[in-house]
């Protein structure tokens, strides 16, 4: 919600979207990634700007009420739905996990795959490559982790353009790290199913992390800092991982150095949380919404029939 647009008038009337499809008399459902009052501002693209923060949080108290006006709405996590239930107790609000990709067939064992570490994202703002870049350099320096490589995935947050490229160019000569750019959606399989590891060097968190479940279900080592909604996708989800402290890079370096060297710790990992990833698949999700969409509909039907019968009285 803090970056539904570019700027706060264009998200403002994204945000309505829901209302005004109502108000038209067509059923309309909310998927909300994350709610203003759980993410940290000072960690995005509002970094440092106190007024436009101010009128951020002031704005989602008006824009929330707007999205809970919509038929149904759902939230992939714990926190944000007892928040929202506990301040619109009246309205229609779902607690609908993330949901998992489509992974036929079993991950390969981590012992069989390259010696590979990967990330994926928009970074730039709170998702960013500093803190891991210098950790894959201390991990190197470490015994037998000379033929390690670091692959990133992704591409420039909007809002930060240049960056990827910046640091590309600081890393030219470096065989061991690849900036692989934008992975496509036939590719993502191989990109987290041929890795060990995949690290998340994140500021903050804005909601369930579409990454880390992809993570969890191709079989590869989550690495990221315990900090806001990783902790709540642990705690609901039961997917886990190996944690360090924010932005500490040795610390990011020895959990990698681990997760790489102890096979059999990390494959139990592993091997768990693709059971708690693949118990809530997108068939379900989907089938879900499907039913509110019907359900809207069916109520639409009836109000309009009683109104009818109303006016013919």
Known sequence: MATFGDSEVTAALGLLGPMVARMLGTPSGVIAHNIIEG????QTVLKGQRLRQAVVRLGS???TRALLSASYLTVTLRGYHDSLRARHPRA????VPHGTFDTAGDARPLAERARRIVTMGKFGTYKRLETLLAAF???REMPGNDDLQLVIGGSDHPNTPGY???LAKARKGDTG???AGYVAEEDIPAFFGDARLSVF?????TGSSGVLH???SYGAVPVFPRIGDFIDICEDEGISGLNYVAQDARDMAEQMHEGSHDIERSQDLVDANRTAALGFPFESVIDFHIRQLAMAKRSKRMESGLAGRHSAA
Do not use: P
Not at 39 to 42: E, P, S
Not at 92 to 95: A, D, G, N, T
């Open 201 to 205: 060097d994140y500021l903050a968190t």
């Open 164 to 166: 990827m490229d910046q």
């Open 61 to 63: 108290r008006v824009f």
């Open 92 to 95: 229609s609000i779902h607690l």
């Open 214 to 216: 992809q993570t969890a």
């Open 39 to 42: 993410v940290d501002l000072d």
């Open 177 to 179: 790290v690849t900036f």
């Open 137 to 139: 350099d201390i991990l």
